[in-house]
Nanobody
Framework: QVQLVESGGGLVQPGGSLRLSCAAS????????MGWYRQAPGKQRELVTT???????NYADYVEGRFTISRDNAKNTVYLQMNSLKPEDTAVYYC????????WGQGTQVTVSS
């Protein structure tokens, strides 16, 4: 059974930082492109960033320079370091694993507010 379990969300003030983690099980992790997506209330789910097994990254313009994705294939875990957070970054953040198939985590809430 495939599981993607996110953690690390919470409430943070504008300008602050958070680090999200996503632990994967039930897949051969190194074969998958890992990504983070987010969905704000009333909006569609949107891409934040992806990271291939070869190290290629893709960032949405609105997080470029502030967010960093990384992965540890030995721990089957992908991370999202989020710095200089803004209120508009408030959303549920979802982990995604994609190869010939695709899986989603349950999401973790990130709220940026003073």
């Amino acid at each position: 059974q495939v599981q993607l379990v996110e953690s690390g969300g919470g409430l943070v003030q504008p300008g602050g930082s958070l680090r999200l983690s996503c632990a994967a099980s039930g897949i051969i992790f190194r074969f998958y492109v890992m990504g983070w997506y987010r969905q704000a209330p009333g909006k569609q789910r949107e891409l934040v960033t992806t990271l291939s097994s070869s190290g290629s990254t893709n960032y949405a313009d609105y997080v470029e320079g502030r967010f960093t994705i990384s992965r540890d294939n030995a721990k089957n875990t992908v991370y999202l370091q989020m710095n200089s957070l803004k209120p508009e970054d408030t959303a549920v953040y979802y982990c995604n694993a994609k190869a010939h198939d695709q899986y989603w985590g349950q999401g973790t809430q990130v709220t940026v507010s003073s």
